[in-house]
């Protein structure tokens, strides 16, 4: 329904809100069509550093769906980057309605900085989010499996609670369901 700079021109906050954040080119955007089963709803690009605003969907008339800018792609200068930071940061701790952020990271890697920072960010901040390992049709089981563990190693020398890990493809579907049971408990949270 509309695409902000910054968290002052958001929609009235009246409605339930999920934020989907990421590296950029991780498959958020892909995620958000997965989730919607609409092809285009959120546009998607082979090209990293596409999205660049607060883009809002509403869904069902019912709650919010945010997809944010992806962070850490190479073509930005310092000074658009401080700026983005200070505003995503800005809207993550500041906006009433949002109720979790779901942080994407590529099932494929091992853990990145800039994925850890931004981990351990939202931790600091006691801000409720889930990581989301996308792109898992591109592995076997067994790779997905022991890519998992080692995420969890990772974060346990930091965390001794970890936030929940939901695997997902955009491509087959894998963690639809399970995302938008999440969705669908907590906006009767919210609403009570
Ligand atoms: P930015 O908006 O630039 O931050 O990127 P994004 O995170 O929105 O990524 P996007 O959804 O545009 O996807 C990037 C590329 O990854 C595209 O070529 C997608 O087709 C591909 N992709 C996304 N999700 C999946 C997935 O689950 N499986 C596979 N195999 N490819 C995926
Ligand atoms: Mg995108």
Known sequence: ICSSPDYHNCPAPGMPEYAFIGRSNVGKSSLINMLTGQKELARTSSTPGKTRLINHFLIDENWYLTDLPGYGFARISRSERTQWLGMIRDYLQFR???????????ARLEPQRADTDFIHWMGSNMLPFL?????????????????????RAFLHKT?????????ASSVNGLGKDEILDFIKEANTVFRS
């Open 159 to 167: 965390w001794e609670e970890l936030p929940r890990i939901i695997t």
């Open 96 to 106: 009433k309605n949002l109720l979790a952020t779901f942080l994407l990271v590529d």
């Open 131 to 151: 990581i989301v390992f996308t792109k898992s049709d591109k592995l076997s089981g067994s790779k997905l499996d022991s890519n998992l563990s080692r995420y």
